[in-house]
């Protein structure tokens, strides 16, 4: 499978990357950070965002291994998939 068609389906079928990134102790901006660096935080701030950023690898990572049970269970099992549609 080509990997553009696996984003497509992490995006659309699972919500993969429709994790909200921002933490509230951070300063609102009106559009994305070019530069984000993470010295110019305090440590309480720094470990937020390092915690944050593993939560969210952790979230893909759950949806694309999801997605891989998805397809294993269509190739599998296509009469029972099938079967319950209308």
Do not use: C
């Amino acid at each position: 499978m080509k990997i553009e068609v696996t984003f497509r389906q992490l995006v659309h079928l699972l919500g993969s990357f429709a994790y909200r990134f921002w933490l509230k102790s951070l300063p609102t901006l009106p559009t994305w950070p070019s530069n984000l660096i993470l010295s110019d935080y305090p440590q309480a701030v720094q470990t937020q965002i390092l915690n944050k950023v593993e939560a969210f690898e952790r979230f893909v990572n759950l949806n694309a291994i999801a997605l891989g049970l998805l397809q294993i269970l269509a190739l599998e099992l296509p009469q029972g998939i099938w079967a319950n549609f209308p």
